[in-house]
């Protein structure tokens, strides 16, 4: 199945062991070398009309890719990001 990043961009990212929504896709970061998504970019906390850097999310730490979200797990036994911190230094696929 394939998704466009119009779609992507309208998705919660909830995490599921806290079941905090993270915010919404806002960007992406894709290798230039393989051509991958390497990891999706969700706007920072906001404090009235300013904004928080943004935080990245390893593609490696998402879970599921739902009709209406996207599952992300920052847990410990999800490792296989061991250089990768959850977002704020907190916990704030595809369907076929």
């Known amino acids: 199945m394939t998704i466009l990043f ?3 961009k309208k998705k919660d990212i909830l995490e599921v062991s806290t ?3 993270l915010g919404r896709v806002c960007d992406l970061i894709i290798s230039k070398r393989s051509g991958k998504i ?3 970019i969700a706007p920072g906390k906001k404090c009235g009309f300013l904004s928080t850097e943004n935080f990245e999310i390893p593609f490696c730490k998402i ?3 739902g009709d209406d979200a996207i599952l992300v797990d920052f847990s410990e036994k999800q490792d296989c990001c061991k250089d990768e911190k959850p977002p704020c230094n907190d916990q704030c696929f595809f369907d076929d």
């Open 19 to 21: 079941g905090k929504n």
């Open 6 to 8: 119009s779609e992507l």
């Open 38 to 40: 390497e990891k999706l």
């Open 63 to 65: 879970v599921k890719i």
